[in-house]
């Protein structure tokens, strides 16, 4: 069975920084592609930012030049640093990753972190 927990939300002020972190564990082969997702309250989730398997990096045009995807392929973690953060980046932050357990892979997702922009 695999997991994936995010951490790293929180209250910041606008024009703060946070980096969410995101670790796979479990029965895990491999862990090809990630991404970042978000829902604000409302709204439906929306991508934020993705990780090919190969390296190729997609961005939600509201995030452009703010936020960075990147991942640590040894430890199974992903990560999205998040800089001059506004108030509308108010959201629950997901975690999705295509993983392999040696007999398939499939989609998971995290349980979500807060994040609350806000002065």
């Known amino acids: 069975q695999v997991q994936l927990v995010e951490s790293g939300g929180g209250l910041v002020q606008p024009g703060g920084s946070l980096t969410l972190s995101c670790a796979a564990s479990?029965?895990?082969?491999?862990?090809?592609?990630m991404a970042w997702y978000r829902q604000a309250p409302g709204n439906q989730r929306e991508l934020v930012a993705s990780?090919?398997?190969?390296?190729?990096?997609n961005y939600a045009d509201s995030v452009k030049g703010r936020f960075t995807i990147s991942r640590d392929y040894a430890k199974n973690m992903g990560y999205l640093q998040m800089n001059n953060l506004k108030p509308e980046d108010t959201a629950v932050y997901y975690c999705?990753?295509?993983?392999?357990?040696?007999?398939?892979?499939?989609?998971?997702w995290g349980q979500g972190t807060l994040v609350t922009v806000s002065s």
């Open positions: 479990g029965n895990i082969f491999s862990v090809y592609a």
């Open positions: 990780l090919s398997a190969s390296g190729s990096t």
């Open positions: 999705n990753a295509e993983v392999s357990d040696y007999l398939s892979s499939d989609f998971y």
